[in-house]
């Protein structure tokens, strides 16, 4: 017997990594691992964009995960120094320190 | 055979790093298992034959921004531990309902598809090699604007990083 991986392999496992990455971001509370958590959610998109790329013959699906790269290495580079300089003022990376405009 | 069996022990990789993400204490941890997914991706775009985005994947991510956590990382410390305590109250349920929502939604669109996620959409009868050539084919003349724009974003981020570095009462970096 022989098995075809069709697209909607892909895909499920694309939504099952997006759904841990959204999980932990929400249970846990040091900044870096929320931070890597939303790289976990980055990535899984670009496995539906390769995906989808796969499925329909065109590479413009892999030229919308080039952009994605570039974009989470902006927003890796400009969120870990925002890290950094509030880890300097506070000496703590929880959420929880970080509650100043709360309102 | 051997594609479905390389496909499941990828994707068992993939979400084994996703759990080390989500659940080690040591934010060092943490960082190897998304090491460990990072490749794993890179490995699995390389069967599904986009080998230019799974080489940038293990350069850029697996390369690059992944010395930049570990960096940040050792900067900050491990050696603080993390507390558990709510600071919302009913947090936990209230994860534990987005999760169950979200794992209906999947549930119910993989029923009422019959599992055939892609059905409205017939199929390619060919496939794509993602070499460089034809990755930059394309971006070179349909996206050349999103290029364009992409590294103005590169250029402001950098910026950015380092006026966030520069700390104005020393007047040094």
């Not at chain 1, 890290?83 to 959420?95: G, L, N, T």
Request: hydrophobic fraction near 60%; charge should be negative.
């Amino acid at each position: 017997m022989d098995i075809q991986i069709t697209t909607d392999w892909y895909l499920t496992l694309a939504a099952i990594l997006f759904s841990l990455g959204a999980i932990g971001m929400m249970i846990r509370k040091n900044v870096l691992i929320m931070f890597m958590c939303v790289e976990l959610m980055l990535n899984s998109v670009n496995l539906t964009f390769v995906a989808a790329s796969r499925h329909f013959g065109s590479s413009d699906g892999q030229v919308a995960v080039l952009f994605i790269l570039v974009v989470a290495a902006a927003e890796a580079v400009v969120g870990l120094a925002i890290i950094v300089s509030i880890f300097s003022k506070k000496q703590s990376a929880s959420v929880d320190d970080l509650s100043l405009s709360k309102g | 055979m051997i594609q479905l069996g390389g496909f499941i022990l990828l994707a068992l990789l993939i979400l084994l790093g996703a759990a080390v993400v989500i659940f080690a204490k040591n934010p060092v941890h943490n960082a190897m298992g998304l090491v460990l997914t990072l490749l794993s991706l890179a490995a699995l775009y390389l069967t599904m034959s986009a080998t230019f985005i799974a080489m940038v994947q293990i350069l850029v991510y697996a390369g690059a921004v992944m010395t930049l956590f570990l960096f940040v990382i050792m900067m900050i410390g491990v050696d603080k531990e993390e507390d558990r305590k709510e600071s919302i109250r009913g947090q936990t349920f209230l994860v534990l309902g987005v999760v169950l929502l979200l794992m209906g939604v999947l549930t119910y669109a993989s029923i009422i598809s019959g599992f055939r996620w892609d059905l409205l959409f017939p199929q390619a009868g060919y496939v794509v090699e993602g070499t460089p050539d034809s990755v930059a084919s394309i971006l070179f003349t349909a996206w050349v604007l999103p290029f364009e724009a992409v590294s103005i974003l590169l250029v402001v981020a950098t910026a950015a990083a380092i006026g966030l570095a520069y700390d104005r009462n020393k007047r040094e970096l």
